[in-house]
Each structure stands twice: as C-alpha cells, then as structure tokens.
Nanobody, 128 residues
C-alpha cells in the first residue's frame, strides 16, 4: 500500500499550485480511509498540519486558512490541495497522510488495517 504525491514545484509568490496524492495497493483494493491530509516540513522546523479531510469536512492549519483548499475524491482514494496566494514561507516538503486505512489483497482476501500511512513528500518552493 502506498501514497503517491505529485504536483510540487517552483512558483513565484502570489502564484498557485495543486497537489495530488493517491492511495493504491498492488493486486488489491482500498476498502476505506478514515481521513487523509497534508502536512509540511520546512528546513529546521517541525512537521505541521496543513489541511486534512475528515468526513467531508476540511480542517486547516492557521497559516493557510483562506488560501488553501483541501478536497477528496473517495472513489479515487485521492486527496487534493489547491494552494493559492503562495508565499515564501510556504516553502517546504509537503507530505500526504492517510489514517485508519483498510485494504484487501486480491479479490476475496480479508480486510487488513493500516493505522497511519505517509507518502514520500513533494517539494514546494515559493520564490519572492
């Protein structure tokens, strides 16, 4: 089971980027994911919550409220992060996370739980 993030890159201050993160399992099926979210870690700083989607509701870190929008496509097991009005302080590696994931191997295997799963991270750089 893995989370594959994409969409990072270099953008000027005031610009926008859209991140995507999809959960997938080889030769199996994702059955459910309780919550998915985005975290970020800037150099020399601790990892912090950016935004999460829980039960269709978005939860945001204070520093991104009003600028970032999280959305989720449950059918695709994918979470998105639309980032607008980007600022240099948004520069960080962005990690996606899935909590309480259940999956099945093959077509008839029993459900297997994963408490917490992290993606590999995608770098967002905002130039001033």
């Amino acid at each position: 089971v893995q989370l594959q993030a994409s969409g990072g890159g270099l953008v000027q201050a005031g610009g926008s980027l859209r991140l995507s993160c999809a959960a997938s399992v080889v030769s199996g099926t994702i059955l459910s994911i309780a919550s998915m979210g985005w975290y970020r870690q800037a150099p020399g700083k601790e990892r912090e919550l950016v935004a999460s989607s829980v039960g269709g509701r978005g939860i945001y870190g204070d520093s991104v409220k009003g600028r970032f929008t999280v959305s989720r496509d449950n059918a695709k097991n994918t979470i998105y992060l639309q980032m607008d009005s980007l600022q240099p302080e948004d520069t960080a590696i962005y990690y996606c996370n899935a909590e309480k994931l259940s999956y099945r191997r093959g077509s008839s295997g029993f459900p297997r739980p994963i408490t917490s799963l992290w993606g590999q991270g995608t770098l967002v750089t905002v130039s001033s």
